[in-house]
């Protein structure tokens, strides 16, 4: 299981998420034995210190190779990868013209990919979603990738309406880079997915719920009997104490600890504490009193109730 000469222990992603993806929760992704994480959306041009202790998948955005191959020559030790995405939908990547808007300029694209595959021995991979650019971009992802991405909504769709399972497998049928598969994957669809696909990301179906990487593990054991590279990393994740259903509170206070040991702002503690409650009894009133709590201590006291 590969992505150029990357050896991966399973198939299951972290996908790349804007404010979700801090150090703490990707660390605490891999302890749930997560096959590799994505660091968020990052400007090359960035003036940020990254912290990549997970080893992560680095993901690229930007308009032009500006500034790559200096990026990545900084953190190609501390990544594994470096992922360029062609998929953003939001409204700034239209503005400035990166992310799923950049499909439209072909050359640039190429410029880009160019850069990157030149700047490293690395793996170099590409994130896309669906557009009618896709299919004169192959022999570009083709000549310089090592693995592309797809989520095959439309960047006018962002996170809404179905994805286009037919127009991923079409991706798929035209390549022979591995094709990770990327939109609404959880742990009831996810084993079917991969019949079609390499590997999965897991993205809103992993906020607030880290243990979800172990139960794929296990259900991927389960129908691998043959397999005991997934039996193994699964009892791994028992003896982390994080198999099974574990209860909330002690899942927030892992991450809490990892929060502060890498100095995680207070904001966005309290915000994977909102995302924590997920499922929870009483969890709309617990996240009432979440975001009236001003410290972390009052945070730590709400969860040990």
């Known amino acids: 299981m590969k992505i150029g000469d990357l050896k991966l222990k399973n198939p299951f992603f972290l996908a790349p998420m804007h404010q979700v993806n ?7 992704c891999k302890q749930n034995g997560c096959g590799l994480t994505y660091t968020w959306l990052i400007n090359p041009l960035t003036r940020e210190e990254l912290i990549l202790d997970d080893k992560p998948a680095v993901q690229i955005a930007a308009p032009s190779e500006k500034g790559i191959k200096e990026f990545i020559k900084k953190y190609e030790n501390k990544a594994s990868l470096f992922d360029f995405n062609l998929g953003c939908p939001a409204v700034r990547a ?3 013209d990166y992310g799923a808007y950049l499909q439209r300029y072909p050359s640039k694209v190429e410029k880009i990919l160019k850069t990157m595959k030149n700047s490293t021995t690395l793996p170099i991979t590409v994130k896309v979603r669906k ?5 004169k971009l192959m022999k570009i992802f083709d000549k310089y990738c090592n693995a592309i991405a797809i989520h095959p909504r439309t960047a006018e769709q962002g996170y809404s309406g179905i994805p286009d399972m037919e127009f ?3 991706i798929k049928s035209k390549t022979d880079l591995p094709v990770i598969y990327s939109g609404d994957v959880d742990e009831n669809n996810a084993l079917e997915v991969l019949k ?3 590997f999965v990301m897991i993205g809103r179906k992993a906020i607030g719920n880290p243990a979800i990487f172990s139960k794929l593990i296990r259900s991927k054991a389960s129908g691998h009997a043959e397999n005991q590279r997934f039996s193994s990393i699964a009892g791994n994740a028992q003896k982390l104490g994080i198999s099974g259903t574990p209860k909330t509170w002690n899942v927030f206070h892992q991450y809490l600890k990892l929060a502060q040991k890498y100095k995680i702002g207070f904001s966005d503690i309290k915000f994977h504490a909102l995302n924590f409650t997920k499922g929870m009894d009483g969890a709309k009133k617990l996240r009432l009193e979440i975001s009236k709590a001003r410290e972390i201590k009052d945070l730590k006291l709400l969860f040990e109730r």
Do not use: C, M, N, V
């Open 22 to 28: 801090d150090i703490a929760f990707r660390i605490l």
């Open 94 to 96: 239209k503005e400035q």
């Open 131 to 135: 557009s009618p650019h896709i299919p």
């Open 168 to 170: 991923a497998e079409k």
């Open 196 to 198: 079609k696909f390499d």
